[in-house]
């Protein structure tokens, strides 16, 4: 499975090419703690990499979620909105956040493997 990370603890899954899917890592969730509400971008909106595209706001602290790549949210997680502990219970399933078309492959480069994202989680 095509999963890339970003430093910033988001993950990217571009095994479905027609609208990849973004949401927080494991990591992430263990250190904001319990999940209590997430803002999600618009459906249609427009992305360029690195644009917060959401929040996500926990019993201990807010966090901007940042556009892994640049592109157009084609859905959101309408179940992780109606119930944000999704995204404490299984962030890197059932908590996605949302499903974005890639506007540049190329960038997809720039993101960490599986590999690459232990090593740097290993650091912080």
Not at 22 to 45: C, E, N
Not at 67 to 88: H, I, K, T
Not at 102 to 115: H, I
């Amino acid at each position: 499975m095509p999963v890339m990370y970003t430093t910033d603890h988001e993950w990217i899954d571009t095994s479905d090419v027609a609208a990849a899917t973004v949401g927080i890592t494991r990591h992430a969730q263990d250190a904001l703690g319990d999940v209590v509400y997430v803002d999600l971008p618009r459906v249609g909106k427009t992305f360029k990499k690195g644009d917060v595209a959401g929040v996500v706001e926990s019993v201990k602290a807010a966090a901007d979620l940042y556009m892994p790549v640049s592109g157009d949210v084609v859905a959101v997680n309408e179940a992780l909105r109606a119930d944000p502990a999704l995204a404490n219970t299984d962030p890197e399933a059932t908590g996605w956040f949302f499903k974005v078309r890639l506007a540049d492959e190329s960038e997809l480069g720039d993101l960490l493997d599986e590999g690459k994202y232990a090593a740097l989680v290993k650091t912080t």
